[in-house]
T-cell receptor, first 112, second 113 residues
Framework: DAKTTQPPSMDCAEGRAANLPCNHSTISGNEYVYWYRQIHSQGPQYIIHGLKNNETNEMASLIITEDRKSSTLILPHATLRDTAVYYCIVRHTTNTGNQFYFGTGTSLTVIP | KAGVTQTPRYLIKTRGQQVTLSCSPISGHRSVSWYQQTPGQGLQFLFEYFSETQRNKGNFPGRFSGRQFSNSRSEMNVSTLELGDSALYLC????????????FGPGTRLTVT
């Protein structure tokens, strides 16, 4: 089962780009990488996901290395509201269904 | 489109009791997954249901069970509650397809005394 490793915490200045790394060295070829964030013990919020190519949406960009063993979530202009725990997840697919393995995540603090 | 709803939002139970939590997925979503979140263990997968069938189960004792109805609504049940069952229980729904985005509800905060 592919698992992820993330730094436990990071700081970022408001208005700057926040780059959150994730290691998933045991990922399989058909497993997607997902990013979620959680604020104040609310339900996790979907941010972005990808398989091989870099992805961008209105919230963030996802950069996946060519060997797919790591990825980086980029919040281009961090705001105070981006302070949250960010989870990098690999979806494990079996013959019968799917499981999302949440690691311990990265606690991002955006500093004014 | 309405999001995932969970009821109740807060619950206090006594050791030995049982509890049932409810989850209504986003309209059109047929897959529902349940997670337990505690400060010590983080977010842990409980089980996944699709079309009224349990497809996957995490590493939890048999006291934790669930079911899904024909309208995709899901319930989970915990019997013989223990203090360690105090947690935030999260439900997530998704449509099918390769991308499989999961959308989470606000959770049910269960406190066992």
């Amino acid at each position: 089962d592919a698992k992820t490793t993330q730094p436990p915490s990071m700081d970022c200045a408001e208005g700057r780009a926040a780059n959150l790394p994730c290691n998933h060295s045991t990922i399989s070829g058909n497993e997607y990488v997902y990013w979620y964030r959680q604020i104040h013990s609310q339900g996790p919020q979907y941010i972005i996901h990808g398989l091989k190519n870099n992805e961008t949406n209105e919230m963030a960009s996802l950069i996946i290395t060519e060997d797919r063993k790591s990825s980086t979530l980029i919040l281009p202009h961090a705001t105070l509201r981006d302070t949250a725990v960010y989870y990098c997840i690999v979806r494990h697919t079996t013959n019968t269904g799917n499981q999302f393995y949440f690691g311990t995540g990265t606690s991002l603090t955006v500093i004014p | 489109k309405a999001g995932v709803t969970q009821t109740p939002r807060y619950l206090i139970k006594t050791r030995g009791q049982q509890v049932t939590l409810s989850c209504s997925p986003i309209s059109g979503h047929r897959s529902v997954s349940w997670y337990q979140q505690t400060p010590g263990q983080g977010l842990q997968f409980l089980f996944e249901y699709f079309s009224e069938t349990q497809r996957n189960k995490g590493n939890f004792p048999g006291r934790f069970s669930g079911r899904q109805f024909s309208n995709s609504r899901s319930e989970m049940n915990v019997s013989t509650l223990e203090l360690g069952d105090s947690a935030l229980y999260l439900c997530a729904s998704s449509s099918q397809g390769a991308s499989y985005e999961q959308y989470f509800g606000p959770g049910t905060r269960l406190t066992v005394t």
